[in-house]
């Protein structure tokens, strides 16, 4: 909306305050505004916003703004890491470089729980870093501004197409934006780089109901005895989205299964490591969640791919049934058969298997421990 706009927190209605657009029959549109247009599942919780050219029952502003607003929903999938980042933030960080490119912008969001605003509060401050946001929840006062966007743009699953912004930004700009959110240029790493060893950071998925290493305690013994100093990322310790970026900015390898945890991959920096357990059938998830994005934020990609013995779905099965031994024609490219991969799936580890990848994720490692210390010196 370009003109003058009034938003009536009550009704999730924006009002145009431009009497010139007043001609009947009004128009009224109504927008879910969050980037899944087609996933039914994560757009049934996202309420609807009104745009009209109807006037406002009071054209009265309880607080009137001199900045334009940007207005979404933080409901979907929120809750989970990788929607977060993916439905959310890296769509703000686009449609700001789109639309607001050296501009203030008010960030006005519907539906936002109080924990998600205290689990975000750095990065969404560094969004708007010179206006409070506005929560919509229990609102009550109308609020104007010269002008509203409605809705984020997104180009893809973790994806930023440099091509279709006016200012070419890529997934590199949008991990440095986060360092610059969460780290300032004197925070020390939690980590000194001057260890001899290198540090391997492990994604914890135990408590979880799908996709845990059933032998993680061993596998955690074997990245010692690799040569690793390891650390068991468990997000209900590591509290603060502030601690878990330092922790794993200070990583040289993240290691996890196929998940929410390795979208940390974020945090990481250029030249570290990620090792990706791949269970069976998630192949194409693990591709374009975390393999594909790697290389665009100048990471190691090294990927473990799990044999039939080493899923649980074998055990409960049979390793020669068509689930475990090839999910393309078990699935036949229906979700609803997909989901078994994802939600009734863990994993044990082949520790003499899996030795060879921790090698060649340590010899990684320690080339980029190396290249940090002579640029240190």
């Given at each position: 909306?370009?003109?003058?706009?009034?938003?009536?927190?009550?009704?999730?209605?924006?009002?145009?305050?431009?009497?010139?657009?007043?001609i009947q029959p009004y128009i009224n549109v109504k927008i879910q505004p969050y980037p899944l247009k087609s996933d039914k599942n994560a757009m049934s919780s996202v309420r609807e916003v009104t745009l009209t050219s109807a006037p406002p029952k009071s054209s009265q502003c309880g607080v009137t703004h001199n900045i334009p607003a940007l207005v979404f929903n933080a409901r979907g999938y929120n809750g989970n890491f990788y929607h977060e980042i993916n439905d959310i933030f890296i769509p703000l960080f686009i449609t700001i470089n789109s639309l607001f490119h050296d501009q203030d912008v008010i960030l006005v969001i519907v539906d936002g729980m109080t924990w998600w605003y205290q689990k975000y509060v750095d990065l969404l401050n560094a969004f708007s870093p010179n206006h409070k946001i506005i929560n919509t929840n229990n609102?009550?006062?109308?609020?104007?501004?010269?002008?509203?966007?409605?809705?984020?743009?997104?180009?893809?699953?973790?994806?930023?197409?440099?091509?279709?912004?006016?200012n070419p930004k890529t997934l590199l700009d949008f991990s440095t934006f986060l360092k610059n959110a969460y780290i300032k240029e004197d925070t020390p790493l939690l980590f000194p780089s001057n260890n001899s060893k290198p540090l391997l950071t492990l994604v914890d998925r135990k408590g979880s109901s799908s996709r845990v290493i059933l032998n993680q305690e061993e596998v955690v013994k074997l990245a010692k005895e690799v040569g690793f100093n390891v650390h068991v990322l468990d997000h209900s310790k590591?509290?603060?989205?502030?601690?878990?970026?330092?922790?794993?900015?200070?990583?040289?390898?993240?290691?996890?299964?196929?998940?929410?945890?390795?979208?940390?991959?974020?945090?990481?920096?250029?030249?570290?490591?990620?090792?990706?357990?791949?269970p069976i059938g998630l192949e194409w998830a693990s591709d374009t969640c975390y393999k594909n994005p790697s290389p665009f934020l100048g990471l190691e990609y090294v990927e473990y791919k799990v044999e039939a013995n080493e899923s649980s779905l074998s055990w409960d099965y049979g390793v020669d049934s068509l689930m475990v031994k090839d999910p393309k024609a078990y699935t036949e490219g229906k979700w609803e058969k997909s989901i078994v991969y994802l939600k009734n799936q863990n994993v044990k580890i082949d520790l003499v298997r899996f030795k060879k990848w921790l090698m060649k994720a340590y010899e990684k490692a320690k080339m980029f421990m190396n290249s940090t210390s002579q640029v240190a010196s």
């Open positions: 909306m370009s003109n003058p706009t009034l938003l009536d927190p009550t009704s999730l209605t924006l009002f145009t305050l431009n009497p010139h657009t007043r609102l009550t006062t109308a609020h104007c501004f010269p002008s509203a966007v409605v809705g984020l743009i997104k180009h893809g699953p973790v994806t930023i197409n440099p091509k279709l912004l006016p590591d509290s603060t989205m502030a601690n878990v970026y330092r922790l794993v900015h200070s990583s040289h390898v993240l290691l996890g299964v196929h998940g929410a945890g390795l979208t940390n991959l974020f945090f990481l920096r250029q030249g570290s490591v990620v090792v990706q357990v791949v």
